[in-house]
């Protein structure tokens, strides 16, 4: 039996940085009190910035913008390849210009009520204030959102609102807005005022005298270790999804810098809100090393449905209209094919369940875009989702303006990450966490078109103007000596786990135990959680664990580039990232957004919440590997939204 059921509960955490009063005046009046550092005195600072996405990208340029001294890493070899770069669908903003009744107000609302009530009111309502000044911020830097005929911004809709507010460029919206922040991070490259280190992992964090200080990196062409120093480090790493092994994440992105930052002192929240997006090419088997997502926003005009008989093989042009089932039309008139994705998700799921699956294994639906061929016409369909269909095509070898595609659901989007306050500090000073890497203000469902909305507005608006407040109270004149006891022991363990790594020489790969685990955790602690499924993975993930110390084998050295090294180091992290995911999903005895429990469910099958119980972000502290972590409750306050059973019907 595993141990780690037996946590610990400690103190509440309280973020004591959002300020009292009406939600809508709290930013400015954060701003107003958080003390400033003066323009001539911001050189002398220097800030690490591990990341360079959207949230990364746009920190790292607006920071040296004012004048701080950035210090910028990545480990692709430029920061064009970062995850965000493969964003699609588009970027929420109340902007209001369909004058279709949005407000400020109402994305406040949607994104509360989206993530289920597990979000917290101030930040929510931060970051729907800032959505209106990023798309100016990036309309100013070229960016090519599409436009109407006007001329004005164009916009779709996105799951689980009824307006139509989501800016977008193609299905390439991430790579557009990541060449804006990519172009202002260049100009402050060749200014000088940022030094960046591109192919450079960070690997640990120094902490000094309790204060975030540094962190240890390795170059990953040479494999050298190296120390860096900083006043303050900001941590823009993205999610960790990919502790599933098969998610639509970038086959690199991993969870170790925040793992070892938990290891050091953060507290991780909520990280078994996991989002499952309805929306990607269903698997083909075991050969896969990655899923494609097939983005939301073709929901605007694709239909969604299964053969109502069950075991109908007959290809899609042969199931006459009186025997498909439109099940999300159905059941949830008011939003139809745009309901929320913990939603989509869980419909498909029980449409497949029932064995009214299409495709290989019957682990797939359809996504029909007949209809809206037949009333736009095909330019226009291939002018708005041109490149997604072509991308279809290219990976499935159907042609989706013929054939309906077929989609399942796939681990996309990780709403848990590590706690940050209002300042989107972290529980260790002077380390801030932002974009996907915090836990932040998604709750326990993300709605479309809103990560890459937090990403740019915690890295181009919050953290700029918050980490002038921590730096101004700690000015830390003192240099960091390479002979700190803090400073060594960092170094000596990264060395010596690289090294353990390497020594185990055994006859497993890397690859094969993130397998092992990733199919681990999407039967237990995937689309559906239960008390008894999450307490096996428990008990098998300390199994699996010793196994890889025991068999793995790590090809190479360490002093050379060396990819089998890498992924080994990050299996490291998962292996215990996901022991405290399947911990907090058996803690949360309730259903929530994307954390279903089985056993908490309505009589018609949607997620049952706990409020009384669990209306809170689960905060953990780590103890030790294999240990029970500590559990730290933050209270959840809800004065404007208020909670109620979420309904889309
Ligand atoms: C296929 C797909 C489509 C999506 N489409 C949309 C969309 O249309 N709209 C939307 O709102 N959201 C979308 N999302 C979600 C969104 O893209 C991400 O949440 C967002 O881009 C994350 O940005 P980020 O800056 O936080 O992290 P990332 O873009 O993941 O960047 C992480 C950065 O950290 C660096 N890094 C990480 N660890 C280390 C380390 N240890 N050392 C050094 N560097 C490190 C990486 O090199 C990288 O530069 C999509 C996600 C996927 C998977």
Not at 45 to 65: C, F, R
Not at 124 to 133: C, K, N
Request: charged share 25%; with cysteine; net charge negative.
């Amino acid at each position: 039996m595993s141990s780690y059921v037996d946590y610990a509960t400690g103190e509440p955490v309280r973020d004591t940085k959002a300020p009292g009063g009406p939600v809508a005046g709290r930013w400015d009046k954060r701003r107003f009190e958080a003390k400033l550092v003066n323009p001539a005195n911001r050189r002398k600072h220097t800030v690490i910035v591990v990341g360079t996405g959207l949230a990364g990208g746009s920190a790292g340029a607006t920071l040296a913008e004012q004048g701080y001294h950035v210090v910028q890493f990545c480990y692709q070899d430029s920061p064009r390849r970062a995850h965000s770069i493969a964003a699609q669908g588009g970027i929420n903003a109340a902007k209001n210009y369909r004058n279709d009744g949005d407000s400020v107000h109402r994305l406040f609302y949607d994104t509360v009520k989206g993530g289920d009530f597990r979000a917290r009111e101030s930040n929510v309502h931060r970051l729907a204030q800032i959505s209106v000044e990023i798309i100016d911020q990036c309309v100013a830097q070229g960016v090519p959102f599409a436009r109407e005929y006007g001329g004005l911004l164009d916009t779709r809709s996105f799951g689980g609102v009824q307006v139509s507010r989501t800016f977008y460029a193609r299905g390439q919206t991430g790579q557009q807005l990541l060449l804006g922040a990519y172009q202002a991070l260049s100009r402050q490259i060749a200014a000088g005022n940022v030094e960046l280190h591109p192919r450079t992992e960070m690997l640990d964090l120094i902490v000094v005298d309790g204060r975030a200080r540094g962190i240890v990196a390795r170059d990953l062409v040479t494999g050298k270790t190296a120390t860096y120093f900083a006043d303050a480090v900001v941590l823009a790493s993205g999610g960790y999804g990919n502790v599933f092994h098969l998610s639509t994440n970038a086959m690199n992105s991993n969870a170790t810098a925040i793992w070892r930052a938990h290891r050091r002192g953060a507290y991780l929240a909520n990280p078994c809100f996991t989002q499952i997006h309805p929306t990607c090419i269903p698997r083909t088997g075991d050969h896969q090393s990655k899923l494609t997502l097939m983005s939301e926003s073709l929901r605007n005009d694709g239909r969604i449905w299964v053969p109502k008989a069950q075991g109908d093989t007959r290809p899609p042009a042969e199931i006459p209209e009186d025997e498909r089932d439109y099940y999300l039309e159905r059941g949830y008139p008011s939003f139809g094919n745009l309901v929320p994705r913990d939603i989509a998700s869980r419909a498909a799921k029980n449409v497949c369940d029932e064995g009214r699956g299409v495709g290989p294994g019957g682990q797939g639906v359809y996504l029909d875009f007949a209809d809206a061929i037949a009333r736009l016409g095909r330019a226009k369909v291939e002018e708005k989702y041109g490149n997604l269909f072509e991308m279809y095509a290219r990976i499935t070898a159907e042609d989706p303006y013929e054939v309906p595609m077929r989609i399942y659901p796939a681990v996309h989007y990780t709403m848990g990450g590590l706690w940050v306050d209002y300042d989107l500090q972290t529980t260790v000073p002077g380390l801030f966490a932002i974009g996907e890497a915090n836990f932040s203000d998604h709750g326990a469902n993300r709605l479309g078109a809103s990560a890459l909305m937090q990403g740019l507005a915690d890295g181009y608006f919050v953290l700029p103007s918050t980490i002038n407040d921590y730096l101004a109270r700690h000015p830390h004149h003192d240099e960091i000596s390479a002979d700190h006891p803090a400073v060594t022991a960092a170094v000596r363990e990264t060395e010596d786990r690289l090294a353990r790594l390497l020594a185990v020489d055994g006859d497993r790969t890397p690859d094969s135990f993130h397998r092992e685990l990733g199919e681990l955790m999407w039967e237990f602690c995937g689309m559906a959680r239960t008390d008894a499924g999450l307490r096996k993975a428990l008990d098998r993930i300390p199994q699996i664990r010793e196994e890889f110390w025991r068999r793995l084998k790590v090809p190479g050295t360490g002093e050379e580039f060396n990819q089998s090294l890498e992924k080994a180091n990050r299996i490291v992290d998962y292996l215990e990232l996901a022991e405290l995911m399947c911990l907090d999903a058996l803690h949360r005895a309730e259903s929530c957004g994307g954390h279903f429990r089985t056993e908490s469910q309505t009589p018609d099958g949607e997620a049952a919440r706990r409020d009384e119980q669990f209306s809170y972000a689960a905060a953990w502290e780590f103890t030790a590997t294999g240990a029970a972590p500590v559990l730290h409750k933050e209270d959840l306050v809800f004065e404007y939204v208020h909670p109620t059973q979420r309904s889309y019907a």
